[in-house]
């Protein structure tokens, strides 16, 4: 599957994909969807961990390295 021309085709499965955004604790996307385009995700957790929200912020990829 290609997103855009920058990214290909996706290297591994979504859980492989979820497992290591888990354990960076952050997810990037460098004009996977959109050329031009950059994004990072993180979780806001409770103080359990349990994810209980999302924060995205995208952006032009030449301001977002």
Same mark, same amino acid.
Request: charged share 15%.
């Given at each position: 599957?290609?997103?855009?021309?920058?990214?290909?085709?996706?290297?591994?499965?979504?859980?492989?994909?979820?497992?290591?955004?888990?354990?960076?604790?952050?997810?990037?996307?460098?004009?996977?969807?959109?050329?031009?385009? /950059?994004?990072?995700?993180?979780?806001?957790?409770?103080?359990?961990?349990?994810?209980?929200?999302?924060? /995205?912020?995208?952006?032009?990829?030449?301001?977002?390295?």
């Amino acid at each position: 599957l290609a997103w855009s021309e920058s990214v290909g085709t996706i290297r591994s499965s979504p859980g492989v994909e979820l497992a290591a955004a888990r354990a960076a604790g952050h997810a990037v996307d460098h004009e996977e969807l959109f050329a031009g385009v /950059s994004s990072i995700a993180v979780p806001v957790l409770e103080p359990s961990g349990q994810a209980v929200a999302a924060l /995205s912020l995208s952006g032009p990829a030449t301001r977002l390295s």
